[in-house]
């Protein structure tokens, strides 16, 4: 059972609003992830980040942003939500050097809605 | 930049069934493989995945996957599905340190 948690699951917010989705992880891994989804299509990875104060763009462009202050917690923030936010954001971690499986721990997701 | 692509979005069919889930990838280097399966409601996991050795990759609740270099395939196979199957399907590739995912397959098994 991976322990990575995500929340809120389900956001419905106005055109302008600042939202941030939480994601945290107890397996002290190095790696975390912020993947967006939709019905149909690639994930595509947003941001990532290898440990404490570290974050990188993925491979798709992204208004939002991310922290790395604790291994634990990695959160994702919109300043100013637009409904071509709208999506569903999976977050994910994994290891990092010699013991890098490969695999990566998801959350459950938070799908947000922008009206 | 790799890419994957999976085919036939969307599978129906009866349980005792075969599944076979295609996955051709682009990538001319050293690549590791997996299959990643979301159950409706819960998140994604891990299936099965292939770094080196034996190409014919078994995984969890019979699953199994094989790496073909030559076709750059790595097809995802059960003999006979049952209705907990249920459940979207991606298959994945990591090459170069970059991990790439394709459009996922949404397979519904009828009991």
């Known amino acids: 059972e991976a322990d990575i948690y995500q929340t809120p699951r389900y956001l419905v917010i106005g055109t302008g609003k600042k939202i941030t989705l939480e994601c945290s992880q107890t397996?002290?891994?190095?790696?975390m992830y912020w993947y967006q989804q939709d019905p149909g299509m690639e994930l595509h990875l947003i941001h990532y980040?290898?440990?404490?104060?570290?974050?990188e763009k993925g491979d798709l462009s992204s208004e939002s942003t991310v922290s790395r202050i604790r291994t634990e917690h990695f959160p994702l923030t919109l300043e100013s939500a637009r409904p071509s936010h709208t999506s569903q954001y999976l977050c994910?971690?994994?290891?990092?050097?010699?013991?890098?499986?490969?695999?990566?721990?998801f959350g459950e997701g938070s799908r947000l809605t922008v009206l | 930049a790799q890419s994957v692509s999976q085919h036939n979005h969307h599978v129906i069919l009866s349980e005792a069934a075969s599944l076979e889930l295609g996955c051709n990838y682009s990538?001319?280097?050293?690549?590791?493989l997996f299959w990643y399966v979301q159950y409706p409601g819960q998140h994604l996991q891990l299936l099965l995945k292939?770094?080196?050795?034996?190409?014919l990759v078994k995984g969890i609740k019979g699953f199994e996957a094989e790496f073909i270099k030559s076709k750059f395939s790595f097809n995802l196979r059960k003999p006979s599905v049952q209705w907990s199957d249920t459940a979207e399907y991606f298959c994945?590739?990591?090459?170069?340190?970059?991990?790439?995912f394709g459009k996922g397959n949404q397979v519904v098994v009828i009991p």
């Open positions: 994910a971690s994994s290891e990092l050097g010699t013991a890098d499986t490969g695999e990566l721990f």
């Open positions: 994945a590739v990591r090459g170069n340190n970059r991990l790439a």
């Open positions: 980040s290898y440990g404490v104060n570290s974050t």
């Open positions: 292939y770094f080196s050795g034996d190409p």
């Open positions: 990538y001319g280097g050293t690549v590791n």
């Open positions: 397996m002290g891994h190095d790696k």
